[in-house]
């Protein structure tokens, strides 16, 4: 199975603040990574898919890149409703891995 | 509009076999490149991918529970279904379906908890 390491695990920052999580993948994905948004008690939410295309309705602040098999998420200018945990997905083979996640949390 | 929705017996014995049903709404999975999935969460932790099943009936599953995993789908093409069998402790978990689109999961069902517990 690949393998998908996300950092950091917790991180804590303040409204406005530039927010970037990180997702390593431990072979060649391509660009077959979906992002995801999770509020407690809720289901996950796609964000990204393609490494950089937004799904209908996210905010535009919200986008993904791909360095290599080092893929990010940057939320440019941090809200509110944006507080929750995220995880990065392998949609490359099967099985579909996710990310550990990363919390994060309002400062 | 695109609805899923999990059903399942809340809490099971260990040994048993978990039986859980996927409802959906909005499309059907009888369309070219439709694929609905399962996958778990357990409280406080990642996801886990379990299964698939795509339009054609081919059905996809994870290597580490291949052998206790059966998907299956309505010949209605409006639901389908998951079965683990010899379930313990581990099992407990929150379990979804999603639609498989777009590299993603693009719509997930609102869960269902799962409590194996003696």
């Known amino acids: 199975d690949i393998q998908m390491t996300q950092s950091p695990a917790s991180l804590s920052a303040s409204l406005e603040e530039i927010v970037t999580i990180t997702c390593q993948a431990s072979q060649n994905i391509g660009n077959w990574l979906a992002w995801y948004q999770q509020k407690p008690g809720k289901s996950p939410q796609l964000l990204i898919y393609?490494?950089?295309s937004l799904a209908d309705g996210v905010p535009s602040r919200f986008s993904g890149s791909r360095s290599g098999t080092q893929y990010s998420l940057k939320i440019s200018r941090l809200q509110v409703e944006d507080i929750g945990i995220y995880y990065c997905?392998?949609?490359?083979?099967?099985?579909?891995?996710f990310g550990g996640g990363t919390k994060l949390e309002l400062k | 509009q695109v609805t899923l929705k999990e059903s399942g017996p809340g809490m099971l014995q260990p040994s048993k076999t978990l039986s859980l049903t996927c409802s959906f709404s909005g499309f059907s999975l009888s369309t070219s490149g439709m694929v609905v999935s399962w996958i778990r969460q357990p409280s406080g932790k990642s996801l886990e991918w379990l299964a698939a099943?795509?339009?054609?009936?081919?059905?996809y599953y994870n290597p580490s529970l291949k052998s206790r995993l059966t998907v299956s789908k309505d010949t209605s093409n409006t639901q389908v279904f998951l079965k683990i069998t010899s379930v313990d402790i581990a099992d407990t978990a929150t379990y979804y379906c999603?639609?498989?689109?777009?590299?993603?999961?693009?719509?997930w069902g609102q869960g269902v908890m799962v409590t194996v517990s003696s």
């Open positions: 393609g490494t950089t």
């Open positions: 999603a639609r498989r689109q777009l590299g993603g999961f693009d719509y």
């Open positions: 997905q392998q949609a490359s083979s099967t099985p579909p891995t």
């Open positions: 099943i795509d339009w054609d009936g081919d059905k």
